[in-house]
């Protein structure tokens, strides 16, 4: 447990501290900052729908465009999920 809150701000870590294990302290921050399976499973959906509805833009560059298309999938994998 002590790993952890060396890791975290005293703001985090009072969210953590009631928590008996340090197995329920990682669940409980990866519950609050990632959300919960049905959020992650919603974010997917519309970070997906996003991506099929990317278009170029006229005024942007390929680059920029290229940007667009890697943070889109970078967020997607951030979730856990596989794209190809």
């Known amino acids: 447990m002590s790993c952890i809150q060396n890791c975290v701000t005293d703001v985090i870590f009072t ?24 959020t992650r499973q919603q974010q997917f959906l519309n970070l997906r729908r996003d991506f099929e509805n990317l278009k170029m ?11 667009r298309i890697t943070a889109v999938v970078n967020s997607i994998r951030l979730l856990g999920e596989e794209f190809s």
């Open 15 to 38: 969210r953590i501290m009631a928590c008996d294990t340090p197995r329920q302290a990682w669940d409980k921050l990866k519950e609050e900052f990632q959300g919960s399976e049905r």
């Open 57 to 67: 833009k006229e005024e942007e560059t390929v680059k920029q465009y290229s940007n």
